[in-house]
């Protein structure tokens, strides 16, 4: 009896038409939902980075007027308490000073000088607020929100004190400031139809209004004297730990929003940007919903089409297979009387039909092609021979890695006869020991047929022992059933040698025989592709103009190669170069601190040993040097080139008054060369 698994698996079978296109419905289908709801994830996170990365910057800038705005008031406080006549004490003077004040500034509500007791001058006593009690204590100070005693206004007082001209506090003045100020001020930032900008101090109290006022009543907000508590929210607790950012959480109202937030100074306000999450994401809902239904549509669409697809192809393929069965069994001639059932099939059955009917017309003329073939194989197998035996190329074939066959020119070669080579246990006797395990690899992956042919170039060890320089082609061959290798062999000694040459030539500078630049600039871009550890060290040739103008340029040809020779080190990982005229470098492959500076001291002994040479020139190099990551070399060589720069400004006056000298005191042993 079959299983539920075993009719699940023969729905979707993969080797029936039906099968494979119910299996490519079902996945096509996954696909397109999967990649839909990543595209639709995307979108949503990338939405509310993009509106959180704005709120951010909003708060910054709200940030930045509201410091402002606080500075500038307790500032105006300030200079006031600084004013000559405020610390003389003079009523009359202060009392038109602040009615200049409050006349100028509209912002401030109102404006006093208090005494030492706590009385202001219009007969208030406020000897119990805080602001008074820390002015007092010499310090300016900005007050939480306050409520008038004469008009319980809520307010913010700005005071700062008064010194007499021994510094002793002599009194406070303050200065308050309405709230609809501020909220005037944050209600520039308001936008759409719940967002809103607001001011909230360090006990959770909204500071300034809120548009939504109404909405938080409703819903039973706490208040005091009117103002909303935003304690317990994340954006407050947050904020009141001295953080800044924003996030999406649930607001005082209890609806999801986009915050920002950050504190303000001290004492301790918070500024808080919201908008209901609901409301930005409105449209991208909306978007993403035309989207889903652009997506059912498309995908109905794409199952209609293959679904009809398939019933076309299905009876056609059902045919072909009857009518290759047949041909399978030997009646040809039974293929075209099935033609008509492919008339309403896709062109490409029909072509396919036509195509089968004419492979099994042609079969029969092939065979009788084929023994023809066979006469004329025998006939090229006969010129082939000819062609190799007489070829100006060396020709081989191996067997089982054994040599078969050496045409003339690959006995000459190689100096070994045919004869001679089936007796060695191995071909590889007459290659290059260095190069064998290459032969070998290459061979192995053309038996195993990794590759239809390989061109490479061994050194080939000749029988009486000398080395050539060969170019191979190989590729395989059938011998006696067998797979076999076909070999083909060219004497490329002569342009080995041309090559090296110039290879040398290229690379290397013809005055010194050290690097050139252009290896220079090779080994450069090969570090900058590397996170080695490197190092650069830039040398320059003090004095070389003045050697070759006094002395003459063989003086100067001189004294480079002697540069030259001082920088030169049997080391693979220092590279020694000739960069310019008068200019060297060294390129130090895993360098440190201990190495680079190991090599300075080092060029430095060997321009001294030179110095204390017989017949020697004034040679005085400076230096520059800098260590780095290989990635980084173009950065490295710029710091190594100023500090080698820096060093030869310092010290140019000084090599050039030691080369004057040598030039005064030592005969012109160059000048007549």
């Not at 709230?179 to 759409?192: A, D, N």
């Not at 009809?308 to 030997?330: Q, Y």
């Not at 076909?486 to 290879?503: A, H, N, Y």
Request: aromatic fraction near 10%.
């Amino acid at each position: 009896m079959i299983t539920f698994c075993e009719k699940i698996k023969g729905l979707f079978s993969y080797n029936t038409i039906p099968g494979f296109t119910r299996l490519l419905l079902l996945i096509s289908s996954s696909v397109l939902t999967l990649f839909f709801y990543i595209f639709v994830s995307q979108e949503v996170e990338t939405t509310r980075g993009y509106i959180l990365k704005n709120f951010e910057q909003t708060v910054n800038i709200q940030q930045s007027m509201i410091e402002n705005w606080f500075n500038n008031h307790a500032g105006q406080v300030k200079t006031f308490a600084e004013l000559q006549s405020t610390q003389d004490g003079d009523a009359e003077a202060i009392k038109k000073n602040i009615e200049a004040v409050l006349r100028n500034n509209p912002e401030f509500w109102g404006f006093s000088f208090i005494d030492v007791n706590g009385w202001a001058y219009e007969g208030t006593n406020v000897s119990d607020r805080e602001y008074f009690k820390q002015s007092l204590l010499g310090k300016s100070y900005t007050s939480d929100i306050l409520y008038g005693k004469v008009t319980n206004n809520p307010l913010i007082v700005f005071s700062s004190p008064v010194f007499d001209r021994g510094g002793n506090v002599i009194g406070v003045v303050a200065g308050g400031v309405r709230l609809t100020t501020i909220s005037k001020t944050m209600e520039q930032f308001q936008f759409g139809s719940t967002g809103e900008s607001y001011l909230v101090d360090r006990n959770g109290m909204m500071v300034t209004s809120t548009q939504l006022a109404s909405d938080a009543a409703a819903r039973g907000m706490p208040n005091t004297n009117g103002r909303i508590s935003v304690k317990g929210t994340y954006g407050f607790e947050q904020a009141i730990q001295g953080k800044s950012g924003s996030e999406v959480y649930t607001d005082y109202r209890g609806q999801r929003v986009f915050g920002a937030f950050s504190a303000i100074g001290n004492p301790e306000w918070i500024i808080i940007a919201e908008v209901d999450e609901a409301e930005i994401l409105a449209p991208l809902h909306k978007k993403l919903s035309i989207l889903g239904l652009v997506y059912l549509a498309l995908l109905a669409i794409l199952v209609y089409l293959i679904t009809a697809f398939t019933r076309r192809i299905n009876r056609p393929v059902f045919d072909l297979v009857a009518m290759a069965n047949k041909v399978e069994s030997g009646d040809y001639g039974a293929v075209s009387s099935q033609e008509g059932s492919f008339s309403k099939a896709p062109q490409e059955l029909q072509y396919l039909n036509k195509a089968f009917i004419s492979m099994s017309q042609e079969l029969i003329a092939t065979i009788d092609e084929l023994n023809q073939v066979n006469h004329l194989l025998v006939e090229a197998e006969d010129k082939f021979r000819s062609l190799v035996e007489n070829s100006l190329v060396g020709v081989s074939f191996l067997l089982d890695g054994k040599i078969t066959y050496l045409n003339p020119k690959m006995e000459e070669m190689i100096g070994y006869t045919t004869e001679e080579a089936k007796q060695l246990s191995s071909f590889l006797e007459y290659v290059h020991p260095d190069d064998r395990e290459l032969v070998r690899e290459k061979l192995r992956k053309r038996m195993d047929g990794e590759t239809g042919h390989f061109n490479y170039e061994i050194r080939i060890l000749r029988k009486d022992g000398s080395i050539i320089d060969v170019y191979i082609l190989t590729s395989t061959c059938i011998i006696n059933g067998k797979k076999a290798i076909f070999g083909s062999m060219i004497d490329i000694s002569d342009r080995k040698r041309w090559e090296s040459t110039l290879e040398y030539v290229s690379y290397h500078d013809a005055g010194t025989g050290l690097y050139n630049r252009a290896y220079f600039e090779l080994q450069l871009n090969q570090m900058a592709t590397s996170d080695r550890d490197i190092g650069i060290i830039m040398c320059d040739v003090d004095g070389l103009k003045i050697i070759n103008d006094s002395l003459g340029h063989y003086a100067g040809d001189a004294l480079l190669k002697a540069a030259a020779q001082a920088i030169s080190f049997d080391d693979r990982r220092i590279i020694s170069a000739r960069i310019g005229g008068d200019e060297f470098a060294l390129l130090v492959w895993d360098a440190t601190e201990d190495s680079m500076k190991t090599l300075r001291n080092n060029i430095a002994a060997n321009i001294e040993s030179y110095k204390r040479s017989k017949g020697s020139l004034p040679l005085y190099i400076s230096q520059g040097s800098c260590l780095g990551k290989g990635f980084r070399v173009h950065e490295v060589l710029r710091q190594a080139d100023d500090d080698m720069y820096q060093e030869k400004n310092t010290n140019r006056m000084k090599n050039r008054e030691r080369v004057m000298r040598y030039l005064e005191v030592c005969p012109k042993v160059y000048s007549n060369r």
